[in-house]
């Protein structure tokens, strides 16, 4: 089965794409889809539109423009195909529920709805909703059981289908959407569901790259790569593919195709369970991402590891405020706990003050310019060296490494650096493993 993201649904064109890659191998039974993406680069991403009209509607402003902006482009698809699917009773349908009070996740999943029905009139495969298929239940939790039984059961009925991503419904029929980039969840389930022998995600690049291209010129391609070093580097800013499409798959043994949809010739990156067997031994890194905005709670009590239940009620505090911890490296007096910027809220002073009541530390410290960076491989285990030429390439490149966290599996070494060092210290660590042929 294959997904096409966004991009690969743009426009006519692109759909014509789409459609000959499908056509190229009869074993593309069941197609995915995202709602249209940018035609052009100040162009608007169909889902945005749809956002942007809620908006509209949320603080009584006349939402009919962007209702038919979205419209026109998709009826021009509709007529620049050929086909027909009754857009117009479709929109006007979407314009009666909007003024009913529609919820913002039906309103948002009417993007890939659209499309679906699109493409599948195109290709001449069965639409098949994914509205009472992807279950969630009605606190929005998702289902996994239910949704991969009622999947196996209406996809055996149909020999070929197109499904839209994003999106579901709650036990009691409202749509629930997934967070943005979902489709590649819906992709991931159906391919679950119907045993597929691949899960091809087909965009607009040509796989995974060491390093991000904005930071790296010109990096090497990652031809494979495996779910627990995909799952790393997704987590780090490695944004191709939604980190929450791995499990389903990978409960599965599915192995996942990343295509371009405008080079399908591209072989793209692979990612699979296990790595042997598919990768030489010359590879030391497979990949290395980073991200910004962090920030880094240093506590130093004196006798800490003495005192039963320090680390436990530290975290207990974050658990009280909905914090998720991202790393929590420490030694025998300090702890460090790192949290992503964007999910404290506002709420890092009560926090602090929390910490400094509970847990009477000697000191605490806040450093809250913090970028990660995880240079990730599953055989750096095997290796000597790997640390000492990391750690040597940002000394030579300047950069003050402020924290360091290694996973018990040694497959990923986690350094903290100042916001502004982010890239350079990429490059350096880039240049170091890649940047000359290894031993």
């Known amino acids: 089965m294959a997904k096409f993201g966004g991009s690969s649904v743009a426009d006519a064109i692109q759909l014509a794409k789409l459609k000959e890659i499908v056509e190229h191998d009869p074993d593309r039974r069941y197609i995915i889809v995202s709602a249209p993406g940018k035609r052009f680069s100040e162009d608007n991403k169909v889902t945005d539109l749809l956002y942007l009209l809620k908006a509209h509607v949320d603080h009584n402003v006349g939402f009919e423009q ?20 009754n857009l117009t009773k479709e929109f006007a349908e979407i314009e009666s529920n909007i003024r009913a009070g529609a919820s913002e996740d039906y309103i948002a999943s009417r993007g890939e ?46 020999e070929r289908a197109v499904i839209p991503g994003f999106y ?18 819906t992709g991931s389930l159906v391919a679950k569901a119907v045993n597929a022998d691949v ?10 790259m060491v390093a991000d291209p904005k930071i790296v010129k010109n990096p090497k391609q990652i031809d494979v790569i495996s779910y627990k070093e995909l799952r790393e580097l997704s ?12 499990y389903p798959v990978r409960e599965s043994n599915i192995p996942i195709n990343i295509r371009n949809t405008n080079d399908p010739t591209h072989p793209g990156t692979t990612i699979v369970a296990n790595i042997d067997g598919y990768r030489n031994g010359e590879k030391i890194v497979t990949g290395i991402a980073g991200s910004k905005d962090f920030i880094v709670i240093a506590i130093y009590k004196n006798m800490m590891s003495a005192e039963p ?49 509970r847990l009477a530390p000697d000191s605490l ?48 070494i986690i350094v903290g650096v100042q916001n502004s060092d982010l890239e350079s210290a990429i490059r350096a660590i880039y240049d170091a493993f890649y940047g000359q042929k290894e031993d």
């Open 235 to 246: 987590y780090m800013g490695a944004s191709v593919l939604h980190e929450d499409a791995i």
């Open 113 to 158: 709805y659209l499309i679906a029905m699109l493409t599948a009139a195109y290709l001449g495969y069965d639409f098949v909703d994914s509205a009472g298929l992807i279950c969630f239940n009605n606190q929005g939790k998702f289902l996994d059981e239910e949704t991969n039984k009622r999947l196996k059961e209406e996809l055996s009925k149909h």
């Open 66 to 85: 962007i209702l038919q902006v979205i419209s026109d482009r998709f009826l021009a698809m509709e007529i620049n195909l050929g086909i027909d699917v």
């Open 365 to 412: 410290e806040v450093y809250d310019d913090m970028a990660l960076i995880a240079t990730v491989g599953e055989r750096m285990n095997r290796r000597l060296g790997v640390s000492a030429t990391l750690f040597g390439a940002l000394f030579k490149a300047g950069v003050n490494v402020r924290m360091i966290d290694q996973g018990s599996s040694e497959m990923n």
């Open 168 to 185: 579901g419904t709650k036990l009691n029929g409202e749509i629930k959407t997934f967070s943005r980039g979902g489709s590649d969840i």
């Open 199 to 208: 899960y091809e995600n087909w965009t607009d690049v040509s796989g995974f």
């Open 309 to 357: 239940g320090f680390v436990r009620r530290a975290l207990s505090i974050l658990e009280d405020y909905g914090i998720p911890v991202e790393h929590l490296p420490s030694s025998i007096d300090t702890i460090s706990i790192v949290l992503s910027k964007k999910k404290i809220n506002g709420k890092l002073e009560d926090i602090i003050e929390e910490m400094k009541r």
